[in-house]
T-cell receptor, first 115, second 113 residues
Framework: GAVVSQHPSRVICKSGTSVKIECRSL??????MFWYRQFPKQSLMLMAT?????????EQGVEKDKFLINHASLTLSTLTVTSAHPEDSSFYIC???????????FGPGTRLTVL | AQSVTQPDIHITVSEGASLELRCNYS??????LFWYVQSPGQGLQLLLK??????LVQGIKGFEAEFKRSQSSFNLRKPSVHWSDAAEYFC???????????FGDGTTLTVKP
């Protein structure tokens, strides 16, 4: 149980285009999901908290117009990187909150490369 | 504010040797503590977690961790390391109300044959 998937696992796009990453909780409902960004050899940096049916809460320094988050259902949150640039290239990981202790279950990550 | 410190950036051990990865945390209440492992290009896999009860926690792959409140530590141990354990290890402390976790910077484990 408690499986979280991400799609796509890897994406390469041209500079200036937008990319959408999906995060799904497969066997449980998640009111809250989180989006992280991870640079090579570094830890996870929390970007935003995604709440079903309401606006996402962004961490300080994260551009909400750049990283659009939509949590339209209890099993799906999407992160759209708008007008992507090479500096947006990174590993993006989502997690969904669930379980008896309100813990995070992580997706496998999405590798974004912007050319 | 909660924080996590993993003092060792990189650790190298020989296969078959014992392992201890250090984790110190700062948190205002009883913490929820986690250890995750990440292989290159992969997501995070939960090794073990501490919420309450027995302070010695058993996890997957032969790992264990001990919560020591007096030392604000949650060190990860394994008695005999396998080559497949080479990976990045993250300690995290959780806020149960908000569900957020704060991660340490990670420790890279290299296993020598």
């Amino acid at each position: 149980g408690a499986v979280v998937s991400q799609h796509p696992s890897r994406v390469i796009c041209k500079s200036g285009t937008s990319v959408k990453i999906e995060c799904r909780s497969l066997d449980f409902q998640a009111t809250t999901m989180f989006w992280y960004r991870q640079f090579p050899k570094q830890s996870l940096m929390l970007m935003a908290t995604s709440n079903e049916g309401s606006k996402a809460t962004y961490e300080q320094g994260v551009e909400k117009d750049k990283f659009l988050i939509n949590h339209a259902s209890l099993t799906l949150s999407t992160l759209t990187v708008t007008s992507a640039h090479p500096e947006d290239s990174s590993f993006y990981i989502c997690s969904a909150l669930g379980g008896d202790y309100n813990e995070q279950f992580f997706g496998p990550g999405t590798r974004l490369t912007v050319l | 504010a909660q924080s996590v410190t993993q003092p060792d950036i990189h650790i190298t051990v020989s296969e078959g040797a014992s392992l201890e990865l250090r984790c110190n945390y700062s948190y205002g209440a009883t913490p929820y503590l986690f250890w995750y492992v990440q292989s290159p290009g992969q997501g995070l896999q939960l090794l073990l977690k501490y919420f309450s009860g027995d302070t010695l926690v058993q996890g997957i792959k032969g790992f264990e961790a001990e919560f020591k409140r007096s030392q604000s530590s949650f060190n990860l141990r394994k008695p005999s390391v396998h080559w497949s354990d080479a990976a990045e290890y993250f300690c995290a402390v959780g806020n149960t109300n908000a569900g957020k976790s704060t991660f340490g910077d990670g420790t890279t484990l290299t296993v020598k044959p």
